[in-house]
């Protein structure tokens, strides 16, 4: 059943969860589009609000082709949405999880139309801080790339940065995604530019190893790894692609290269890089099934289950705010199904037919009645109480001793009379 959100915008169905939102496809006076409708707490939090006001600008700013856009942001009630551009195709994470490792030509091609897009972010000062493989769309509506790889497009820019409220976590919680991490977020440093790079050479290394360089354990062991391992190379890639790897993932956030460095740098390589297959990698092999934590990584593991004893668990990365269920469709805004135009052009009509019903304009002006009754009442109960509080302080003024005003003694024109 289609549902209103704002004023311009119609939504017919969910494509996507996450653990901010649900995703949906809807309609916009400019055509189908996908809408990102953040939780309800999210939305009820005031700071957050604040916080989705004040970026509002940045983001609907943002426009590269490498990037999936941000049209409009909503608050209205207690929704809160991000209206994006509807993309056609599926996000990286499950195009590896159907095929696994690509090619080193597609990986690289992949890796550079990313990097293009966070250039232009972080030139707009804008830091994404989730870059991750749900987080890259595949255009398969666009004209392939180099070697018929697909077109790449960075998504859910500032949305890690909006829900990350200090008051929402605790010293030993890290905003994030454990396997892309950057050292210097581990060590508690201010995330910049340079995190998005680190964290865009490990999704490069996944796609040509089938698994990430520090992955594998407990979430504590891999946020270890980050900070004192050094990255394992990738048998039988090309010298080039290495070294490109390498210094993105260098421990210094200043040794690494700039996003427009890192794009160049790859579409160097993309002419020797044609026709060679997916890299033969051993499957990686990291704790055993059960090991004891160190205390450091003990801190971590407590977030995750609580205190006690801790073993190393093998497997994937975890999330490391506790209570998230895995996510089976992805924090994205794309689906594997794609909407039909006729599909499309039925939404439409249902909109259509909705806004011209009889009875359809009295209930938008009741609803906006009604909003502005809810309003008013909030004015009201701050101006009493306001009131009340002024009230107060005038009756504990009048009545409290001043001593030092009977101390002070009088001024006049005349000296007062000796006895």
């Not at 990255?231 to 700039?258: F, H, N, Q, Y």
């Not at 997916?278 to 289950?305: C, K």
């Not at 805004?333 to 037919?353: F, G, I, K, Q, V």
Request: aromatic share 4%.
């Amino acid at each position: 059943m289609a549902r209103k959100i704002g004023s311009r915008y119609t939504v017919h169905q969910v494509i996507g969860r996450g653990s901010a939102g649900t995703v949906w496809l809807g309609e916009g006076p400019d055509g189908p589009v996908a809408v990102k409708l953040l939780r309800e707490d999210l939305a009820a939090d005031q700071v957050l609000v604040g916080r989705f006001v004040q970026e509002r600008a940045a983001l609907t700013s943002l426009d590269h082709p490498r990037v999936v856009g941000v049209r409009d942001m909503v608050v209205d009630g207690s929704d809160l949405a991000l209206v994006m551009e509807l993309v056609q195709g599926t996000d990286l994470r499950s195009r590896l999880e159907r095929d696994g490792a690509l090619p080193p030509q597609t990986a690289a091609s992949v890796i550079a139309d990313v990097a293009d897009g966070l250039a232009a972010a972080h030139a707009a000062g804008i830091v994404h801080r989730d870059v991750k493989p749900e987080n890259v769309l595949l255009d398969l509506a666009a004209a392939p790339g180099p070697g018929g790889a697909p077109r790449a497009k960075l998504t859910d820019f500032g949305v890690a940065r909006l829900v990350d409220a200090p008051r929402r976590t605790r010293a030993t919680r890290i905003i994030g995604t454990p396997d892309y991490l950057a050292p210097e977020i581990i060590e508690g440093l201010e995330p910049r530019a340079a995190v998005d790079i680190y964290a865009l050479a490990t999704v490069l290394y996944e796609l040509l190893a089938g698994f990430t360089p520090f992955g594998g354990g407990h979430t504590g062991a891999v946020l270890r790894r980050h900070v004192t391992e050094q990255v394992p190379p990738i048998p039988g890639l090309p010298d080039g692609l290495w070294r490109i790897i390498s210094e993105c993932l260098a421990k210094a956030p200043a040794s690494r290269l700039r996003a427009a460095e890192l794009a160049a740098r790859l579409r160097e390589q993309l002419p020797s890089l044609a026709g060679l297959p997916v890299l033969a990698v051993p499957s990686q092999g990291r704790a055993p099934a059960e090991e004891a934590l160190t205390p450091g990584e003990a801190v971590y593991a407590e977030v995750d289950a609580g205190p006690g004893v801790h073993k190393r668990r093998r497997g994937p990365a975890v999330p490391l705010v506790p209570g998230v269920a895995p996510d089976s469709t992805r924090d994205t805004h794309t689906s594997l199904r794609r909407p039909s135009a006729d599909e499309l052009a039925a939404y439409a009509a249902e909109s259509r037919a909705q806004r011209t019903a009889p009875g359809a304009g009295h209930r938008r002006d009741r609803q906006a009645l009604l909003r502005r009754r809810r309003l008013l009442a909030v004015l009201l109960a701050t101006v009493l109480l306001l009131a009340g509080a002024a009230a107060a302080w005038t009756a504990f003024a009048a009545t409290a001793p001043d001593a030092g005003h009977r101390a002070r003694p009088a001024v006049s024109g005349t000296a007062p009379r000796a006895p």
